[in-house]
């Protein structure tokens, strides 16, 4: 009689709905909609070379449909490619994802026709440069000092790219497409090695998924041709082979690997330095979740150790000063126009250094930026992607034996070294494209809720469902959009 006067409390009626897929989906979808139709935070760009004309923030792009020939074989040809990675995770078969990322990308960026995407434009910059670098009999050691006539991109990061570009102009012979192509093909080298780092941590077919979705995420998809696709390979080496040495019970050889591509990353963009805090956040999970701490300081020596190994190497035999060049980098930045500010450069203007470009009033300020960044980064990984990661970032969260494991841990720490990031400032903008080599640590959770819910009542539909609209969305954004890089 207890018990019947005392009746379970019902489910409140929302809770079912709120929780459903699809609906968090297309919740996503207004929110995406709103924001472009009411073009938040809109300024006027400040560079004249753009027509002054109004960029649809909080992206880093202006409308400017181009609505060709080209756009129903591309989309016929971005079709087969879901179906070939679709067809990748169910027979297990990771390979077909090389074929099925390298058509994926040529679909995406032919589709407005007319070589608006071919060659990529940041890359036409970097060429230029790259072959005035060239011209000099010590493109190492003299650095600084030839950089001081180029434009404001080289003087504000380190050179291995534009040797990179220089070394592929001279063996191509000039040739921007075939350079591209490479490119394309360091791009898509991260996804079988997203897999492995997956696979590391999840210990489970997430990595399947992982692959898949890096696949069609539209940050791949659209700026995986520029040089920002070797950051992105650079990046995705550096968190999954941080993730195996996490997970390992031998972790010396993959922390050595990390090392090394550490020490490249540094040598490449300045902005890959942030990695170094995610590797050791990975390493303190590993610590964490395993009870062994000192195999993670361990890990940690090792990976420092040769980073630094090897830059001072790099040093010794080809005389480039890796402070020297850092230094004039450091302040190179603090003199471009930025809409915004933060504590760097702010310590340099209390300094009498930098920072002297005048505020315009139209232009945004940090705080509308970093909440832009947010924006930017949840949309260019694909909307359904972006739901599926707070799916389970909020299921690793509430739950006590997720969030104690490897796994739940790596998530919880990627998120906040993330956001630190974020709200620090140091990057105001442009985040959809600089910030491509993140994008494997927001796939990976996704995967493993998307593995989930294919394994329930939301079957294969929530596979073809997330590939599909990301790969559209990457399709549509690069037919209706121009992004300035």
Known sequence: ???????????????????????????AYLVVAAAMYLRAFPFRSYYSHYGGKIWLTPLHAY??????????????????SVALIIWAVKTRKTWLALPAAGLAIAAVNAAPGGGRRFP?????????DARILFRAPNVFADYVEITRTVSCHCRTRPGLLYWLLGALDRVFANNVYAIETVIIAAAVVSVPLLYYGARAVTKNDAGFAAAALLVCAPALLIFGPGPDGLNCLIGTGVIAMALKAAASERPWLWSAVTGV??????MTSYLLIILTFFAAAFL???????????????SGLIIGITAVAVLAVFQAITGYEHITVFKRAFWANQGLPSAGTNVIKLIAQAL???GDTPFEPNQRPYGVFVLGNLYATFFIMGVPTAVLYLRELGTVISRRQVRGSLYGATVIVFALVFLAYNFSGLILGEVERVWLFLIPGF???AAVQLTRMARGPYGSKALTLALGLGAGQALLYNILLLTVY
């Open 1 to 27: 009689m207890a018990e019947a006067s005392h009746p379970p409390k019902k489910q409140p009626p929302w809770r079912p709905w709120a929780g459903n897929f699809y609906v968090q989906l297309a919740a």
């Open 63 to 80: 409308w400017d449909p181009r609505i060709t020939p080209w756009v129903l074989p591309a989309a016929v040809a971005l079709a087969a």
């Open 120 to 128: 990529f434009d940041w890359l036409e910059h970097a060429l230029f």
């Open 261 to 266: 591509l550490l020490a490249i990353a540094v």
């Open 284 to 298: 303190l999970a590993g610590a964490v979740a395993t009870g062994r701490g000192r195999r993670a300081l361990a």
């Open 352 to 354: 009498g250094r930098g």
């Open 443 to 445: 796939v990976i959770p």
